[in-house]
């Protein structure tokens, strides 16, 4: 398209999870790792864990717990009074381990996120992710400052006498953002939920015409995105649902049975029509829009 057709956007609003790295490859890779060697040292049925994890999950509002071994009632029950972090330490660090090795970005992220910024444009990160990990995915992979802002709900509440700080296993620096702003997202506000949007680019001064939003989801991003009437783009590289692991985190997961059902539902007839389609990276971004300062 020659440049002068292209829509100009001088904000770019962008999705994190499944957006700008595969977070499904590292939810799955920490956790069934997690639950494989729980399994094996516990000796509880599967299943079990499973049910009780959901639960939690729920309880928590997030499927990334980092407290979640320490809560799960069957091995409270087979172990009355022990600090179960300890017993099952290798769960821990094995779980531990395979996120970090699966914690990339994907292809060509950075580069096209340094090319839009570097005409000027502003870069808005906004998730639904707490805090705690969205911020040390950040700083880890190098976004720290690429972004002007990062949007996300405040971490879940931690089980008593526990903080932030305590979770960490590195010096609070390593996850604490030092160029990009971190701002919180009222509780209860969920995707696709106009709302935080709007506030994102009043608080930017902005007008919709102006504004492009890109996320893997259509029943989240691309329909908040739609009724807010900003450019909506589908990271559709980043579509998970119906990869055979996903039904795992379909059952262990804090979201709501509906939404589940809704997600499967919509994966086989597609209600929700995109504007703009990422057929195969982020990298293809750069060339969608006429990308300027404000
Ligand atoms: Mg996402």
Redesign the pocket.
Known sequence: MPTSRRPRVSLLVT?????LWD?FAIWHASFSTLLDVLINLSGIDGTVLEHEIRKIHQERGTSEYSHLLQEIPSLADAHPGADLAEIYGEAISASRSAREQAMVLYPGVLEALREIRSRGTQIIGY??SQAFYTTYRVKKLELDGVMDVLYSPPDHDFPKGVNASQLRTRPDSEYELQVTQHRSTPPGEVKPSARVLETIIRDASRQCTEVAYV???LM??VAMAQTVGVADVH?KY?VVVGRDAYALLQRVSHWPESDVRNEEALRTKSAITPSIVLERGFYELPDVFDFTSP
């Open positions: 999705d994190l999870d499944n957006t977070w998730t639904e996320g893997d989801s989240k991003d990271a980043g």
